[in-house]
């Protein structure tokens, strides 16, 4: 911070050309960042996290700072196994060799807090319940798919139900860890009051950060927390047809110190965005993207940590018989008053598993681009169709009824275009308003990034969802805009699904993937919870009003692009002309 010098004339002297993204920057302030990162990881796994977490903070800290921050993995080092035989002897009150068929001393993966193994349950430790199906569709889903299928079409169809095995996966804390970071987090408070004395500093109320990353940090101390958000995750979406799952965890042997869950065996989503995933590309872009969406404005309640080694890729080949099975147990369940929506009659048969040969078939070719691409092409010959697996769902995000309001009132500012009015609430519902710098200004800046986004189409080929979304936090950061941390973790989950998506397909439609959402809210309007009509108040219909427009204009855009993308032009014109907006 204290060197002088632009990073451009430093690049010169060294003969390096300077990257793009570094204009206008001190070199002194990036060697600084450097200094800083590789002292947080020789610091400890804890202070890794809070590089991790801090580099999520754009809304707080410089781009290339967050950037650096963000590229830090916490390489924990294992605990003994020893350790591990004796905490799992303990949950299972018996010895270790009648617990498991198989378990894999060498640990999967090491992680800051705990290490994961793989294993393979006894059966008779097997909980009741716990080999129910996954994936039961719900009597209007039956119909669709039906219909999906006779037309030969299996863009949107359901995967089918699937009953886990005995392989599961085992996440253990390490020894010691909660006193570890205990130590670590009084360090941060000790320095995060500090720093706050400096003048003008307190609008970043690093004491008040540090107790969120607290919070976070605790929360993964208990692994029960994931196991309920496993469960929760998998009652959400039981009932969509979307062909995305997660572990299912075995709540009975759960403990503070260990995690049991089903072990799902896919590929890292990473071997398709170096790879290419073939005509899967567009499916997988828009499975994560639908996935999302219902999370943020359906459930409220999302997954805080999708980064792609958090999101496997399996395949499935849609059954026939088990559809036609699933129908047929629908019609008869009108007359059978014991009749539970989501809980099919047909049991699963072994056709309706996802072929974890494939995963087999596919895992040897990862070094081999070519081959990999072939294989993925005759995958799609034979009808096959991949499924998304979300992992580690410790840290989510669940919007105070506060927080979701803003939220909705934030959307609606925008559905209309009034980007002066968005930035107003921004300030207004911040935490720390009076510590605003120039509301006036940001306000403006607001309305021009929306102006920017109203005089194009609504299509993700036109409109760079992260680029506008950067400039917002560049925004914040400028005007001392102290935002909640749910709120900025929404916005930054935002940012990594779209790069992922555009790496996966450049066409990706955002608004078109929020179509089916926007229905469903619209239903909501419309209905109580006994399912009887019900009038929305003059405040609540005010609220709601643009995000209906929003759903009548991509109604009628997808109408009329089944013609002609010459009068999807027509439908985007009356953006331009302010239809949407008045």
């Not at 290339?64 to 002897?89: A, D, M």
């Not at 994961?116 to 009597?139: E, I, S």
């Not at 006779?150 to 390490?174: C, G, M, R």
């Not at 997660?246 to 590929?267: C, G, H, N």
């Amino acid at each position: 911070m204290l060197l002088v010098g632009s990073r451009r004339e430093k690049g010169r002297r060294r003969g390096r050309k300077v990257r793009k993204d570094e204009e206008g920057d001190r070199w002194g302030a990036i060697w600084w960042y450097s200094f800083l990162v590789k002292q947080m990881e020789r610091a400890g796994p804890t202070f890794i996290k809070l590089a991790q977490w801090a580099g999520s903070r754009q809304d707080l800290f410089p781009d290339e700072l967050c950037q650096r921050l963000g590229r830090l993995h916490s390489n924990g080092k294992p605990h003994s196994f020893r350790y591990t035989k004796r905490v799992i002897e303990r949950i299972f009150q018996r010895p270790f060799d009648e617990i498991f068929e198989e378990f894999g001393h060498e640990p999967m993966g090491i992680g800051a807090v705990a290490q994961v193994y793989k294993a393979t349950l006894k059966h008779d430790l097997l909980p009741p319940g716990y080999k129910r199906a996954k994936k039961q569709a719900t009597r209007d889903d039956a119909t669709q798919k039906l219909s999906k299928t006779l037309a030969l079409s299996y863009e949107e169809d359901v995967a089918p139900p699937q009953i886990p095995t005995n392989s599961v996966a085992i996440k253990i804390l390490h020894p010691r860890v909660e006193k570890t970071i205990g130590r670590d987090i009084k360090i941060m408070r000790f320095f995060a009051r500090l720093i706050n004395l400096i003048p003008g500093a307190e609008w970043l109320s690093f004491p008040e950060e540090v107790d969120v990353f607290a919070e976070m940090m605790f929360s993964q101390l208990d692994l029960r927390n994931e196991a309920n958000n496993l469960s929760r995750f998998e009652q959400n979406f039981a009932r969509r047809r979307s062909a995305i799952s997660f572990p299912r965890p075995l709540t009975q042997f759960s403990t503070k110190q260990v995690l049991i869950e089903e072990f799902e065996d896919a590929l890292p989503l990473k071997h398709f965005l170096q790879l290419g995933g073939a005509k899967f590309d567009h499916r997988i872009a828009n499975l994560g993207l639908d996935a999302f969406l219902n999370m943020l404005l359906i459930d409220n309640f999302t997954h805080a940590d999708l980064h792609p080694g958090n999101i496997m890729i399996k395949f499935y080949k849609p059954s026939t018989e088990s559809l036609l099975s699933d129908l047929f147990a629908r019609i008869l369940s009108k007359f059978d008053s014991d009749y539970a929506p989501g809980q099919s009659k047909a049991p699963a048969t072994a056709d309706d598993q996802v072929d974890q040969s494939i995963v087999e078939r596919l895992r040897p070719l990862r070094h081999d681009q070519d081959a990999w691409l072939d294989e993925l092409d005759r995958l799609d010959a034979q009808g096959y169709q991949p499924e998304i697996v979300l992992l580690d769902a410790g840290l989510t995000v669940e919007l105070t009824p506060l927080n979701r309001r803003n939220f909705l009132d934030l959307f609606s500012a925008v559905a209309q275009f009034d980007g002066a009015l968005a930035g107003h609430l921004m300030v207004e519902r911040c935490r720390m308003p009076d510590l605003v710098v120039d509301e006036d200004v940001f306000a403006m800046k607001m309305q021009d990034l929306v102006l920017s986004v109203k005089s194009k189409t609504f299509s993700l080929a036109k409109i760079k969802i992260s680029d506008v979304l950067n400039k917002v936090l560049m925004a914040v950061r400028e005007h001392h805009v102290k935002m909640e941390a749910d709120f900025v973790n929404t916005v930054i989950s935002i940012l990594l699904l779209e790069g992922i998506g555009r790496q996966l397909d450049p066409d990706m439609d955002l608004f078109k993937s929020a179509l089916p959402i926007l229905r469903h809210l619209g239903r909501e309007l419309q209905m109580q919870e006994g399912g009887g009509m019900h009038v929305p108040k003059k405040e609540e219909f005010l609220r709601m009003l643009p995000m209906l427009k929003v759903w009548l204009y991509m109604e009628a855009r997808g109408i009329l692009s089944a013609f002609t993308d010459a009068k999807v032009s027509t439908v985007d014109a009356f953006m331009r002309y302010g239809w949407h907006s008045e």
